[in-house]
């Protein structure tokens, strides 16, 4: 099942699936916690295509904050020449990870993570046969 939808979250767009996880830039919110994006412009359903202008209505994308993180350092270093003028500045920046639980669309989930009840069904047909 091919679901994805593309998502606007912190000046960017990206492609998410369910049951992936994606590094995002902070949001407030705990790890362990629930957040919904309703910036959804663009949700495809194995094949069922819905585009908004410029947000789809009635789609958001569900997910989990697994933790927070900070990339690496950027250095930053402007000069002069024959000024004696130095400035060297860093900067870190704070990010999330998060886990797409589900993708919905109108009220209805077209897209969810598989648990672990579903993955296990097939692993046990398996042994029977």
């Keep these: 099942m091919s679901c ?3 998502i606007e979250t912190g000046g960017k767009q990206m492609r998410v699936e369910a049951g992936r996880f994606y590094d995002i830039e902070l949001l407030q919110a705990e790890p362990d916690e629930k957040v919904t994006i309703d910036k959804v412009l663009f949700v495809n359903n194995d094949g069922d295509i819905s585009v908004g202008a410029p947000y789809v209505s009635g789609a958001t994308v569900e997910g989990t904050v697994m933790q927070t993180l900070r990339s ?9 020449p024959k000024k004696k003028t130095r400035k060297k500045r860093g900067h870190r920046q704070n990010y999330m990870r998060l886990n797409i639980d589900s993708i919905s669309l109108g009220g ?9 009840e579903t993955a296990e069904a097939p692993a046990t047909e398996a042994a029977e046969a």
């Design 72 to 80: 690496k350092k950027v250095i930053v270093y402007k000069m002069q």
């Design 4 to 6: 994805y939808a593309i």
């Design 108 to 116: 209805s989930v077209v897209g969810s993570a598989p648990t672990a």
